[in-house]
């Protein structure tokens, strides 16, 4: 039987010609087999990330996904490799997932993963001869517009950008104080196609725009914000996996207590699992370590007295509650579940959330610090960090510094909490401002204006850190403008989306 290159090249059909068709286990695995390079290109860009760290890795690992797709014998299969590219990169990348949604997972890397398909078309239509310019800017650009459409919530919201594996290098995070974590995403891929083509064209003007795009950030680090009042000592108390609500608030309470007087203390997300509003005595114990050790942020989760259950950063002051915000920015399935009449089923397999918390209704501000030196600052709740829209809100209101409070205890052993504290350097450096973090089991962090780590307490550590914070004031480029450049992505993309489909309708 004759087999044409295209159905070969699709890994769809079948091999031979077999009167008797195999049966569908041996044709998954043949298919799986074939497709495990594509798997493979996924997840090496994700050892970029916080725990391994390979942060230089960024610059290249897209190569070998670019190379796939572009080695496509049909654009059709180009899409579907830029797929099977993206399902193994969410995969990898949300693997710490496992116990809160269980095969949900699976159910979202293909979901998620479709988004690459446009990704690998663009890379076998572009990267040719004659279309090189274009590639340069349409293939970056149409990754960057799938990484902005997974950003939504509902699909797990902004985790495992690309532009945050360059956490540690405050030069290349110059681009974030610009054009936010989008256009060091966006710089990243564009470095990547180039490389792409200067392994497959032997290209010198492509090697030239790889080393002009990668020394964009040193030229875009600039100091777009400065220091506003006098330094503040915030305090960030880690205490790690205790359990039990009376045993977790008690070792928040001899931490502090151990603590020197300061400006700030902050305890982790969930550090008060019960509703202060009906424990005045807690509230009373509170009250004294304020007095003598500085206002303490705290985290509320419990069940108030309608039933309800929210998340809530709570400012205790010398003379009582001073302020509350309620977390906005719920996490899917682990505090609640989207369209749960549907998925409600994950219950029964996962630790997915039993019941929805209830989200706040928007940003609140809190004062550290006394009189005229007093501090402005916007409590961010966990999940809420990776948002990049959160960290300027509360700048557009006045905060000088950004304060998380996180718990991530359901995954010690997994990447996410250092992926997590990491993007406090990211916010830092979109801002202008510094950024702390207090997680109940860690990572804590604490970053300057210019996202360079000034603390760190790993998960293993227990205890506080005392860190000294510089307010500042000041807009950058990013908090101005917002979110331009996805909006420029999704433009060339769609752009280039309707040309190829002008180029590929059959001609009168």
């Given at each position: 039987?004759?087999?044409?290159?295209?159905?070969?090249?699709?890994?769809?059909?079948?091999?031979?010609d077999d009167a008797r068709p195999p049966g569908r286990c041996v044709r998954a695995g043949a298919l799986l087999r074939?497709?495990?390079?594509?798997?493979?290109?996924?997840?090496?860009?994700?050892?970029?990330?916080?725990?391994?760290?390979?942060?230089?890795?960024?610059?290249?690992?897209?190569?070998?996904?670019?190379?796939?797709?572009?080695?496509?014998?049909?654009?059709?299969?180009?899409?579907?490799?830029?797929?099977?590219?993206?399902?193994?990169?969410?995969?990898?990348?949300?693997?710490?997932?496992?116990?809160?949604?269980?095969?949900?997972?699976?159910?979202?890397?293909?979901?998620?993963?479709?988004?690459?398909?446009?990704?690998?078309?663009?890379?076998?239509?572009?990267?040719?001869?004659?279309?090189?310019?274009?590639?340069?800017?349409?293939?970056?650009?149409?990754?960057?517009?799938?990484?902005?459409?997974?950003?939504?919530?509902?699909?797990?919201?902004?985790?495992?950008?690309?532009?945050?594996?360059?956490?540690?290098?405050?030069?290349?995070?110059?681009?974030?104080?610009?054009?936010?974590?989008?256009?060091?995403?966006?710089?990243?891929?564009?470095?990547?196609?180039?490389?792409?083509?200067?392994?497959?064209?032997?290209?010198?003007?492509?090697?030239?725009?790889?080393?002009?795009?990668?020394?964009?950030?040193?030229?875009?680090?600039?100091?777009?914000?400065?220091?506003?009042?006098?330094?503040?000592?915030?305090?960030?108390?880690?205490?790690?996996?205790?359990?039990?609500?009376?045993?977790?608030?008690?070792?928040?309470?001899?931490?502090?207590?151990?603590?020197?007087?300061?400006?700030?203390?902050?305890?982790?997300?969930?550090?008060?699992?019960?509703?202060?509003?009906?424990?005045?005595?807690?509230?009373?114990?509170?009250?004294?370590?304020?007095?003598?050790?500085?206002?303490?942020?705290?985290?509320?989760?419990?069940?108030?007295?309608?039933?309800?259950?929210?998340?809530?950063?709570?400012?205790?002051?010398?003379?009582?509650?001073?302020?509350?915000?309620?977390?906005?920015?719920?996490?899917?399935?682990?505090?609640?579940?989207?369209?749960?009449?549907?998925?409600?089923?994950?219950?029964?397999?996962?630790?997915?959330?039993?019941?929805?918390?209830?989200?706040?209704?928007?940003?609140?501000?809190?004062?550290?610090?006394?009189?005229?030196?007093?501090?402005?600052?916007?409590?961010?709740?966990?999940?809420?960090?990776?948002?990049?829209?959160?960290?300027?809100?509360?700048?557009?209101?006045?905060?000088?510094?950004?304060?998380?409070?996180?718990?991530?205890?359901?995954?010690?052993?997994?990447?996410?909490?250092?992926?997590?504290?990491?993007?406090?350097?990211?916010?830092?450096?979109?801002?202008?401002?510094?950024?702390?973090?207090?997680?109940?089991?860690?990572?804590?962090?604490?970053?300057?204006?210019?996202?360079?780590?000034?603390?760190?307490?790993?998960?293993?550590?227990?205890?506080?850190?005392?860190?000294?914070?510089?307010?500042?004031?000041?807009?950058?480029?990013?908090?101005?403008?917002?979110?331009?450049?996805?909006?420029?992505?999704?433009?060339?993309?769609?752009?280039?989306?309707?040309?190829?489909?002008?180029?590929?309708?059959?001609?009168?």
């Open positions: 039987m004759r087999v044409s290159a295209e159905y070969l090249g699709s890994g769809d059909g079948p091999q031979a074939r497709r495990l390079p594509l798997l493979a290109a996924g997840a090496l860009p994700v050892l970029a990330f916080p725990r391994p760290g390979l942060d230089w890795l960024a610059w290249v690992a897209l190569v070998p996904g670019l190379l796939l797709a572009r080695s496509a014998p049909t654009g059709r299969e180009a899409a579907k490799r830029g797929w099977w590219f993206g399902g193994g990169f969410i995969t990898v990348a949300l693997y710490w997932l496992v116990p809160t949604i269980g095969p949900g997972l699976l159910l979202l890397a293909v979901a998620a993963g479709a988004l690459w398909a446009p990704w690998g078309y663009a890379a076998w239509a572009l990267m040719r001869p004659g279309r090189l310019l274009a590639a340069f800017v349409v293939v970056p650009s149409v990754w960057l517009a799938a990484e902005w459409a997974r950003s939504w919530q509902a699909l797990g919201g902004p985790w495992a950008l690309y532009g945050a594996t360059q956490w540690r290098h405050p030069a290349v995070l110059g681009l974030a104080s610009v054009g936010g974590v989008w256009l060091v995403t966006f710089a990243l891929v564009a470095v990547n196609t180039a490389l792409a083509i200067v392994v497959t064209e032997r290209s010198a003007p492509a090697a030239l725009v790889a080393v002009l795009v990668a020394a964009a950030g040193p030229l875009a680090y600039h100091p777009w914000s400065a220091p506003a009042g006098r330094p503040l000592r915030v305090a960030l108390v880690q205490p790690g996996v205790v359990v039990g609500t009376g045993p977790r608030f008690a070792a928040g309470e001899r931490l502090t207590a151990a603590l020197p007087r300061v400006d700030l203390v902050v305890w982790g997300e969930s550090s008060v699992g019960f509703d202060l509003r009906r424990r005045p005595d807690l509230v009373a114990r509170l009250v004294t370590l304020a007095r003598g050790h500085g206002p303490l942020l705290v985290n509320e989760d419990a069940r108030d007295a309608q039933g309800r259950i929210s998340k809530s950063a709570v400012l205790i002051g010398p003379d009582g509650v001073e302020g509350r915000y309620v977390k906005n920015r719920l996490v899917p399935f682990g505090e609640y579940i989207p369209l749960r009449t549907t998925l409600g089923w994950l219950t029964r397999v996962s630790k997915a959330a039993k019941e929805d918390r209830v989200p706040g209704t928007g940003v609140v501000m809190m004062r550290a610090g006394a009189g005229g030196t007093a501090v402005t600052y916007g409590p961010l709740i966990c999940f809420e960090s990776t948002f990049p829209d959160l960290g300027r809100d509360v700048v557009r209101r006045g905060a000088q510094m950004l304060v998380y409070e996180s718990s991530t205890s359901s995954f010690q052993g997994s990447w996410a909490p250092p992926q997590h504290a990491a993007l406090g350097a990211v916010r830092a450096a979109e801002t202008g401002r510094p950024a702390v973090q207090a997680a109940l089991t860690g990572v804590s962090a604490a970053f300057d204006a210019r996202g360079r780590r000034t603390a760190w307490l790993d998960t293993p550590e227990r205890g506080s850190a005392v860190v000294t914070i510089r307010p500042a004031r000041g807009r950058t480029p990013y908090d101005r403008f917002g979110d331009f450049v996805p909006w420029l992505a999704v433009t060339v993309a769609l752009g280039a989306g309707l040309w190829a489909w002008r180029e590929a309708r059959p001609r009168a």
